[in-house]
DNA sequence: CTGAAAGCGCTTACAG
DNA sequence: CTGAAAGCGCTTACAG
């Protein structure tokens, strides 16, 4: 018994099956491909013995030979923010019932990120996905240049190459300042993240230039750093040092957004949403949480996602992609219990 | 420009370097090899100019002759506990850092599980690590008859087979039972997870067993059903049921506590650690925000996962392995804010 | 120490 | 519609 476990199993290759059936390996391999010639009845009788026998095609020796990989290579970075392990599972799964596999890479240092990817690049995915918001720009070009198209999810390359997926930032950002004005909000932060990620600049475009139109004073704005727990956390205690008061605050994204209201609870004593409102971005798991009942912009994940595995899928099959970037509309705006009506009531006015 | 893109550039193979030096494949291939026979001349000459050609051995050719991937499968499913997301990151690095690449499959229902391990299976991973508290157990059969030692971390197999890196969660149990009695809890609960994950019988067992020998009545027990934060909600507001009053709790986890906590206070108006005290095992990195404060039981994560990557690697280069299960001690008690001491001040007794 | 040759498991023109 | 043969990029006995 002990012995069995040592023993590998020997794999059942193609020339097993062919012998088995007394065809040749030609026309066992046609059987696998959809589009090959090979008489139909033929095809069933190899496809039922082939199961029956336990065969599968071995993919590396297939590759050797197509230079498709069926893998998809996926970069992660952004470790402290809840929102990409959410969308790794997610996706991976979705990628999976598309009969891709998901490889991964993990850089926790930057610096670091170059031999995750180097590694990874060395089993030649069909494609690149980066879920990742720091990273280093030249990633996109070694991937392409080893041949993997390369996914910007949730985030637009630094240069404009490569392909991306991502919502309509700008337009969220308008969404949460309209939501604070509307709600009697007049004197405005914003909580900026990562300076250059393409999702902090969009952002924060939108919420101060809605708020702009809308006649209220320019936000202000403290830089967090990171999209982090801590960095919110370290943003609001910093609203002490702010030249003016605050009564509304639009957060990069929802950990940062939940790190700053315990920050400004804690180290402040300020309460929300008596004291200030705050509303974040993303809608991640925790922002539904009793502890927590964020006010948040949801993103369209699912939309989101799926076309990000459909463009994946598109890439790998080597089909032309003419839109380079999708975008859609950033979800509704999910009320919750860190915003709160300013504007006196009704009833008073009359 | 546009051109460039679509070529993919022809990767360098072994027949490359040999051309271009004046050798044979053979002796560019044995460069690349420590162990084999070749002048410490030859060698570095070839990898020298391999690198300068951007020569890198192809994985898959290699795979087909010698049967290893470098490939380490990992399973994931118990996607709402943020444990795992936390230790696939942390792992997966560890593992790329000793050259290993990931291959994931992530099963969001347990039905789908099966599928995903095919897929992953397909690529003949050299190990397979299971992340994973709620696997039907022919799983670990199925990827041992492909040839994958299958190692489970932070859980044995229901039937003792397969390799298994866990703490000794008995011994944290007992360590729970300890520090609410000796401040004073003596109504103890126990809110049980996953009924049949080792990780919960053996916490629930030495927490219970510890207070009957300190003699204290034997703690009541509450079923959330999983290990996450609406589970521990749900249990929390399951207490009001309780045939008789408690004061200190143990959480199979800190996700079940998290969200215990907050269905206690939120649900039924009691206050953490006032009315009662909360214990957590895991030390996730949630716990230690200013959100949550949980006491809680560490996990020696990093000796933990330094033991699954060393056995990784030494599976998938076919070394004996005696030890089947490895149990580290585990961590300290972390006292946070959950838990308070009730005894009465030594000042008054005095 | 090095090279020529066989072969890993597959796919795909090319004949028939 | 099917089969024989070449070849993907590599490693590894086997000679020399």
Redesign the pocket.
Known sequence: MSDQKQMKKQ?V???DVARDLG?????V??A??PGA????K?RSTVLERASELG?R??PF??S???KKTQIAGVIVSDLPNPFYPEVLTEMTGKLQATGMNVMLAVAHEPEKIDEAVELMLSYQPDVVIILAVNLASDARERCESAGAPVIFFNRLSADGLGYGISCDNEAGGRQAADHLIDQGHTKLLYVSAFLHASTNVERQKGFCERAIERGVEPPQIIEAGRFSYEAGYAAGLDTKQLAKPIDGVFCANDIVAIGFIEGVQEGLGLRVPDDISVIGFDNITMAGWPSHKLTTVAQPLDLMMSAAVELARALASDEKVEARTQRFAPGRLIERNTTKNRLPKTGDIK
Chains 1, 2 share one sequence.
């Open positions: 794999r290759t193609v020339k065809m040749s390996v030609a026309t391999s046609r696998f491909y010639v090979i008489a139909e033929t065969y095609p071995n020796a297939q050797l030979i197509t």
